[in-house]
């Protein structure tokens, strides 16, 4: 295998990492006692990627699915520049 290929290979999965989007539910668990699951009013908070601080937190649009607010989650999350979102209890 060539040098090059070895790189575009490395390129392409280094992408792929950073296009995953994880949300911990560790927190709202701990509250609740229970998975977020079901409809309702869903917030999470992001960690800004470069300071490693808390950004404020955000509100999913009203009577989402948990499903459907991570997914709305994602698509902040990637406009403010984070990976990672956390469900707030």
């Given at each position: ?8 290979i490395i390129r392409e999965e ?36 470069s300071s490693r601080k808390y950004?404020d937190p955000w509100f999913a ?29």
């Amino acid at each position: 295998m060539k040098k090059s290929e070895l790189r575009q290979i490395i390129r392409e999965e280094i992408e792929k990492l950073s296009e995953r989007f994880y949300v911990d539910d560790f927190d709202y668990r701990a509250s609740h006692g229970k998975a977020p699951k079901g409809r309702g009013s869903w917030a999470f908070t992001f960690e800004h990627p470069s300071s490693r601080k808390y950004l404020d937190p955000w509100f999913a649009p009203s009577n989402l699915t948990y499903a459907d607010a991570k997914k709305a989650a994602a698509k902040e999350a990637k406009k403010r520049g984070a990976y990672q979102a956390w469900a707030l209890g």
